[in-house]
């Protein structure tokens, strides 16, 4: 690994790294949101992608009951515990992945896929509140490659995090989700101008410049 005259981290191919990898690991490495998130500790760069939109939308509130789904390693979960709980109001936040997430203060995990059929029951059962307040989705599936494919998958993710949310969130909840410019996107925003009051998208200055991917925030949802 050396340095160029900018700086700019320099990673050597190694036997047994694919070249996908090698510039991988030289994207995060030169990637200052993924510098600044290991010195504040933060679980991931991501952090501040929600950091962000609850800058510009207010979404949290001491005593909440959040519900962040796809939420590991965390970075969503950490930021929404500090608001949550703040001053003597103690709010709730439950982080849900099919992937098992490594313990967070003020945040409960629970191993789940989403899509099986008890999963709403299960999560129900973990809230501290009849319904979540916020429900946030920042779910991103395994990439074929294959554009359009892709597409479709974060879509179904994006609209199974709707159905989770017309079954959990309470009146007057918020809803964050991840979607990827393609086309189908459009399909998504009419569904929650049904359900939420005020529904906005942003991208937030810590996403990439050279991914599509946008959030959709739903405002004031409606029972």
Same mark, same amino acid.
């Given at each position: 690994?050396?340095?160029?005259?900018?700086?700019?981290?320099?990673?050597?191919?190694?036997?047994?790294?694919?070249?996908?990898?090698?510039?991988?690991?030289?994207?995060?490495?030169?990637?200052?949101?993924?510098?600044?998130?290991?010195?504040?500790?933060?679980?991931?760069?991501?952090?501040?992608?929600?950091?962000?939109?609850?800058?510009?939308?207010?979404?949290?509130?001491?005593?909440?009951?959040?519900?962040?789904?796809?939420?590991?390693?965390?970075?969503?979960?950490?930021?929404?515990?500090?608001?949550?709980?703040?001053?003597?109001?103690?709010?709730?936040?439950?982080?849900?992945?099919?992937?098992?997430?490594?313990?967070?203060?003020?945040?409960?995990?629970?191993?789940?896929?989403?899509?099986?059929?008890?999963? =709403?029951?299960?999560?129900?059962? %973990?809230?501290?509140?009849?319904?979540?307040?916020?429900?946030? /989705?920042?779910? *991103?599936? $395994? +990439?074929?490659?294959?554009?359009?494919?892709?597409?479709?998958?974060?879509?179904?993710?994006?609209?199974?995090?709707?159905?989770?949310?017309?079954?959990?969130?309470?009146?007057?909840?918020?809803?964050?989700?991840?979607?990827?410019?393609?086309?189908?996107?459009?399909?998504? =925003?009419?569904?929650?101008?049904? %359900?939420?009051?005020?529904?906005?998208?942003?991208?937030?200055? /810590?996403?990439? *410049?050279? $991914? +599509?991917?946008?959030?959709?925030?739903?405002?004031?949802?409606?029972?």
């Amino acid at each position: 690994m050396t340095r160029d005259a900018n700086l700019k981290v320099r990673v050597k191919s190694a036997k047994g790294r694919k070249l996908s990898s090698t510039r991988w690991l030289e994207r995060q490495l030169n990637d200052p949101f993924v510098r600044e998130a290991n010195r504040l500790g933060f679980r991931s760069r991501a952090a501040f992608k929600i950091l962000e939109i609850h800058e510009k939308f207010n979404i949290f509130q001491p005593g909440q009951c959040v519900l962040d789904l796809g939420a590991a390693p965390g970075g969503w979960s950490q930021i929404a515990a500090k608001y949550v709980n703040s001053g003597q109001q103690l709010g709730q936040v439950l982080a849900v992945d099919i992937l098992p997430i490594d313990s967070l203060s003020q945040v409960e995990s629970l191993q789940l896929d989403i899509f099986q059929e008890d999963s =709403l029951d299960l999560i129900r059962e %973990k809230l501290v509140k009849p319904e979540a307040d916020i429900i946030l /989705s920042d779910m *991103a599936p $395994s +990439t074929t490659g294959h554009k359009s494919t892709d597409h479709l998958r974060i879509i179904a993710l994006l609209e199974n995090a709707l159905d989770v949310t017309e079954n959990l969130l309470s009146d007057g909840g918020i809803f964050v989700g991840k979607v990827f410019r393609g086309g189908t996107e459009n399909d998504i =925003l009419n569904r929650m101008k049904i %359900k939420f009051q005020i529904v906005k998208h942003i991208k937030p200055k /810590s996403s990439r *410049a050279n $991914s +599509t991917e946008l959030y959709v925030v739903g405002l004031n949802y409606k029972k």
